[in-house]
């Protein structure tokens, strides 16, 4: 497959980025918005500020703008998501309904040691 794929790897990664940055500024939309079946928060609460990082490094990771430094804020605010909303419920994301703070948490730190390389609108 890795011979196959491999010649594509730039686009794919492309993609994925783009995918994940539309998805991660969704949740931020809901939040800022009440849109896409979201509730409305107040921008003055953790929930406001998680809605903007979201809306707008989501935003910047999925057109390839700064997206090393979008990737790595967005990282960090997954995890902060993390222990402080659904650790405290038990360690494990499975248990807590942490899965999606721990896959983008992670997902962003490895897009944010690759930057934009492709399908981008800065390199």
């Known amino acids: 497959m890795e011979r196959v794929l491999g010649r594509l790897s730039p ?8 995918v994940a ?8 939309a809901q939040k800022l918005f009440g849109v896409f079946g979201g509730r409305r928060v107040s ?5 406001g500020a998680a809605g903007v990082i979201e809306l707008v490094c989501g935003l910047m990771i999925a057109l390839g703008i700064l997206t090393g430094i979008a990737a790595f804020i967005a990282s960090g605010e997954m995890a902060a998501a993390y222990f402080i909303a659904h650790a405290p419920r038990g360690f494990v994301p499975h248990q807590n309904g942490g899965e999606l ?11 944010a040691s690759r930057g934009t390389v492709a399908l981008g609108l800065k390199r």
């Open 101 to 111: 703070p721990v896959l983008f948490c992670f997902l962003f730190l490895y897009i």
């Open 43 to 47: 921008l003055m609460t953790q929930f």
């Open 21 to 28: 940055g539309v998805l991660f500024a969704i949740h931020g």
């Open 11 to 18: 686009q794919i990664y492309g993609v994925l980025r783009i």
